[in-house]
């Protein structure tokens, strides 16, 4: 059964702070792998680790600029990777595997939004390959290194999901595409992969969760035309966010809290939005947000988990 989506009181809020979650969060002798750790909400979570004393290993496709984004931002470590390349998740995978150390977070950000038409691998629709198939071939690939008895997989969904369910009829657009569908179906699989990482790992101690970060502007909009943020209502004509939009700080805060705060510690496989878990949907207004009822069925979430590990050849539980 899927987590109960029920406000549990966490003490902080829309407004909340990557750096306010982690007052008092001691994570020296800890490491986080965060992917997209070096642009937008992932360069502040990133940040925001690293100050409360953990190690961060930040994989990246553009290897060249994470290293330079992250050069003054001292305990972290970049390797190469292409979430879209199943090969490349594998050697990178093998090459953590291969240190013999532990991971105690891992924060699923990296993810593409709304790009023009684009097929990887086999075909696959890239939205689906890259922020869904590829974080699951990762971190199942990644089982041997996760802290047991304390391990938090993190998957930043997105109120997206609102847009579209699972397309089980035509997961990879064959018939029509649509960047926004595409996008929207990635994020409910990211919230899905989530219900059930936790089913399965919950007896190792694993606890995942999805999270809604919030509306921020980063350079996860790179594909969506000025005019259409404006035609939006996402910014003036001025290029000032609108009303309701998180700074990043603000953004990575909920991703932040789901990996450390022990309040969470009995409500596995919940999805959170503003720092607390997020109540169901009751209005199609993603600045309201909340979560469909489609992210979190477990019945869903299994199906779409043994489908990804047949496209992915990868089951750490099977």
Known sequence: MAAKQQRIGSGFGAQSTAEEVLTGVDLWGRTALVTGGYSGLGLE?????????????????R?????????????????????????????????????????????????????????????????FATNHLGHFALVNRLRPALAPGRARVVSVSSAGHFLSPIRWDDLHFRTGYDGWLAYAQSKTANALFAVHLDTLGAADGLRSFAVHPGSILTPLQRHVPRAEQIAQGWI????RPAAGFKTPAQGAATAIWAATSPLLDAHGGAYCQDCDIAEPATTDDMLIGGVKPWAVDADEAARLWELSAELTGVDAYS
């Open 45 to 61: 979570t990133t940040r925001a680790l690293t100050r409360a004393g953990a190690h961060v290993i930040v994989p990246a496709r």
């Open 63 to 127: 290897r060249a600029t994470a290293e330079e984004t992250l050069r003054d931002v001292p305990g972290t470590e970049v390797h190469e990777l292409d979430l879209a390349d199943l090969e490349s998740v594998r050697v990178f995978s093998g090459r953590i595997l291969e240190t013999g150390r532990t991971l105690d977070i891992v924060i699923a950000g990296a993810g593409i939004m709304a790009c023009p038409e684009t097929r990887v691998g086999p075909a696959w629709e890239a939205h």
């Open 236 to 239: 003036d004509a001025e290029g």
